[in-house]
């Protein structure tokens, strides 16, 4: 495995607690605090410096997309006509709903994004109608996904 510089401010039992809620992020504190041996107040103690620290992000529900009627999935490459650009494209691309991520990315293309549609007809519309008016956009190419082999939180 490679070496992941580890924040030293993060020790066994945060660890312990990081792994515990991403196994099951809906686990009462009180079941934590129990499975870890030890008290309800450390967990909550611990859970918020974490937050605070930005090594908790939030908490969130995981959808599948094809269960809520999103048929087609791409990765989509974005090739700017200028490199500047690029944050401006990503702000207009946060508006469109069906953009659910977006990297920086070096290489051919500026950003690397993931849109979720209803099915290919839709995944068009989005490409033509609203991404490629974004100023800036140069051209795309998308990469469709036949599904997700596995997807696993950081290793802690």
């Not at 401010?9 to 992020?25: A, H, T, V, W, Y």
């Not at 090739?79 to 207009?92: C, D, L, M, Q, R």
């Not at 100023?135 to 036949?146: A, I, K």
Request: glycine share 6%; proline share 2%; aromatic share 10%.
């Amino acid at each position: 495995m490679a070496t992941i510089k580890k924040n030293e401010n993060i020790d066994f039992l945060d660890r312990e607690i990081i792994q515990k809620l991403s196994e099951n992020g809906r686990i009462a504190f009180s079941d934590l605090a129990r499975e870890l041996n030890i008290s309800n107040s450390l967990v909550h103690l611990r859970v918020r410096k974490l937050q605070e620290s930005g090594v908790i992000t939030g908490f969130s529900v995981k959808l599948d997309p094809k269960q809520v009627g999103f048929e087609t999935i791409t990765y989509t490459g974005i090739v700017t006509k200028e490199a500047h650009f690029s944050y401006s494209i990503a702000e207009k691309l946060k508006q469109i709903p069906e953009v659910v991520e977006c990297h920086w990315v070096s290489g051919n293309y500026a950003l690397f994004i993931k849109i979720v549609a209803a099915n290919n007809e839709e995944l068009r519309k989005i490409l033509y109608e609203q991404i490629h008016q974004i100023e800036g956009v140069g051209s795309t190419d998308s990469f469709f996904s036949f599904g997700s082999a596995f997807e696993k939180n950081l290793p802690v």
